[in-house]
């Protein structure tokens, strides 16, 4: 269990209660703040300053976190829209994971660089398999495979079929 420092005294009533009910949340995940990072597209930093009460989480860190602990998010999230009015100005984080990566902010999409490079090496591999099999769908058969080529002798040079020309004479 994470020993949490005291909240900062400034931080109002409602800004408390929700901080207090994440740092329940996480207890009740069992799941370190790396563990966290690792399953959420936040950070271990974002994470700590969130749980620390020094900024206001975001508002998919809370449904996240909820979905996670399988909390009530109705509620979770009532609780979060008080805290975010009450949360001293200046102070707040933009309501979801932020576009471009910040230095100390949350992370995009896979809660590390490890993530969005893994991501990345399997799109491109699955875009190399798809070329190549359609590659070798669209060229040609090798020249000894007759199974896709026009059996000889089928047609005449005249365009009548010799089957069908056999039985009659000339």
């Keep these: ?86 949360w001293p100005q200046g102070v707040s984080e933009p309501a979801g994971p932020p576009e471009a990566p910040a230095e100390a902010g949350p992370e995009p999409s896979g809660g590390s660089t490890h993530g969005r490079w893994r991501t990345a090496a399997l799109a491109a591999f699955a875009v190399i398999v798809l070329l190549v099999a359609g590659l070798l769908w669209a060229l040609p058969r090798r020249a000894g495979d007759r199974t896709t080529a026009r059996p000889r002798g089928v047609f005449s040079r005249a365009g009548r079929s010799r089957r069908a020309s056999r039985g009659r004479r000339p």
């Design 1 to 86: 269990m994470t020993r949490w420092q005291p909240l900062p005294d400034a931080l109002p009533r409602e800004a408390r209660h929700l901080v207090e009910q994440m740092r329940v949340l996480k207890g009740r995940t069992g799941l370190s703040l790396a563990e966290l990072a690792r399953r959420t597209a936040y950070s271990k930093s974002s994470w700590q300053r969130y749980l620390s009460g020094a900024k206001l989480p975001p508002r998919g860190a809370a449904q996240v976190l909820g979905r996670l602990a399988g909390a009530d998010q109705p509620r979770l999230l009532a609780l979060w829209e008080l805290a975010e009015q009450a």
